[in-house]
């Protein structure tokens, strides 16, 4: 009890790490065949305060209960989709969004024996075993008025 | 007679009258930890403290964070920003007025942890809490300043608290005493800068060992180390390297290395502390008198 009390207050690298993940966002645009873009979050988050990380990152690692997680991503799936729209015009609009959980075993060599500071590797570059599916968000969910999956 | 003793030496090193010039810069070096910690957030203003960065809803936070305070509009962030200078200069240069300074700092910090729990973190909490004791605080006064050790006594129980605190939950509760490769874990992902890569490339197994080991017993004897005269300076060295090791081996860490780091003042010899202080405030009058003179 008192441990718990104390490691809420100074709970800093308490354990040992099995893996370090972090979260990929996909998207699927109007008239893109349904291919998956992957989304830099970057472009609509310029607060890097979590590591090498943006701010958005840190809010969907902790959004991991399952009473939250669906909530935050439903959020942030319509707030992303607006965005999208106002930064980039001439872009297609946002239709769904998946939500995809990295996890890399601490000793792999990407991590280990970096070459350079952390870069977030391309997904296309690491292991498919490594990569989890969380969620997929679609446009009728964050805006019900949305036209339907199939007249896309 | 013992007990006399005893008393009288109780007395005399918590709550007596004395020089407390390492206190003052304290107040200034916790002060100025913190305007660079909210610069930084700064450089993002928008994102941060308005509608245009996002925000998570009422109940969607992380467990234990204050609920949601409201957003500020655009022309808000200047006021935000101006309040935080403001504040520093009173408790930089008009130190009589000092307490209106701490006050308007912890409603500000209280405000930076409520707005946004994306970019608090535990430092927030050292904050407020801190700038609240600093309102409270025993006064002194005078040239070098005087007054109650107490207010010295608290803030070094404070970080030699946390010190061991952290040390305690690595050991009892975490696996710090389990694992050899503890730090070794933490060193990569996504904190990893070039400095924390060029170890993980070149230290072998061993030396991230050591280097666990030193940090459980620097944390969990802290309390000796600081506070048994003998061992000081290595543990303010120790403490020290340390911190610039976490700064230099973690990306964005460094906000949290100097807010800790400032309370090493608190630790240094009085007579030490006085020349600092004299220095700086000669430093800081020569600049507002050439600031006025332009």
């Known amino acids: 009890m008192v441990n718990v009390r104390l490691a809420k207050i100074t709970h800093l690298f308490t354990r040992r790490l099995d893996d370090w993940s972090w979260f990929e966002i996909q998207a699927r645009l109007t008239g893109g065949g349904g291919q998956w873009v992957t989304l830099r979050l970057s472009d609509y988050s310029g607060m890097q305060n979590y590591g090498y990380l943006t701010r958005l990152d840190r809010i969907l690692d902790e959004a991991g209960s399952r009473e939250r997680g669906p909530r935050v991503r439903r959020d942030l799936a319509r707030w992303l989709a607006s965005v999208h729209a106002r930064r980039f015009p001439e872009s297609p609009t946002i239709r769904e969004l998946r939500f995809l959980r990295v ?17 977030r590797p391309a997904l296309e570059a690491v292991p498919v075993e ?23 | 007679m013992k007990r006399r003793f005893l008393t009288t030496a109780m007395r005399e090193s918590l709550v007596a009258e004395q020089s407390v010039a390492r206190f003052r810069l304290f107040e200034c070096a916790f002060t100025v930890a913190f305007l660079l910690y909210m610069g930084r957030n700064l450089l993002h203003p928008m994102e941060w ?9 009422e109940g969607l936070q992380r467990p234990g964070s204050l609920p949601p305070f ?28 000092r307490r209106f300074g701490f006050g308007a ?53 404070m970080l ?8 305690f939950t690595k050991v009892y509760g975490g696996d710090w005493l389990i694992h050899t490769d503890v730090v070794w874990s933490h060193a990569q992902g996504y904190y990893c800068t070039e ?16 280097v666990q080991y030193s940090v459980i017993v620097f944390e969990l004897g802290a309390p000796v180390w600081f506070v048994w005269r003998r061992t000081r300076p290595f543990a303010i060295l120790f403490g020290l390297s340390f911190h610039l090791g976490i700064a230099l081996m973690m990306q964005a860490v460094w906000v949290f290395s100097l807010q800790i780091v400032t309370f090493y003042v608190l630790f240094l010899p009085e007579k030490t502390a006085a020349n600092w202080l004299n220095r700086l405030t000669d430093v800081g009058r020569n600049l507002l008198r050439n600031g006025t003179r332009d």
């Open chain 2, 70 to 97: 409201p957003l500020l509009p655009s022309w808000g962030v200047p006021i935000f920003t101006g309040a935080l200078l403001w504040s520093g200069w009173i408790v930089g240069f008009r130190s009589r007025w």
């Open chain 1, 103 to 119: 996890s890399a075993p601490v000793g792999a060599e990407l991590l280990a024996q970096p070459s350079g500071h952390w870069v």
């Open chain 2, 195 to 210: 400095f924390a890569a060029f170890l993980l490339r070149h230290l072998p197994p061993f030396g991230w060992t050591i």
């Open chain 2, 49 to 57: 403290l308005t509608a245009e960065g996002f925000h998570l809803a």
């Open chain 2, 160 to 167: 030699l608290t946390i010190y061991f605190a952290t040390g």
């Open chain 2, 105 to 157: 700092l912890a409603l500000l910090a209280l405000y930076a942890e409520g707005v946004d729990s994306a970019s608090a973190f535990a430092l927030n909490k050292i904050y407020g809490a801190g700038f609240i004791f600093l309102l409270f605080a025993p006064g002194y006064g005078g040239n070098p300043p005087r007054g109650s050790v107490m207010s010295v006594r608290v803030f070094q129980m």
């Open chain 1, 130 to 152: 490594w990569v989890r599916e969380i969620a997929i968000v679609t446009d009728q969910e964050w805006n019900p008025r949305a036209s339907s999956p199939g007249a896309r």
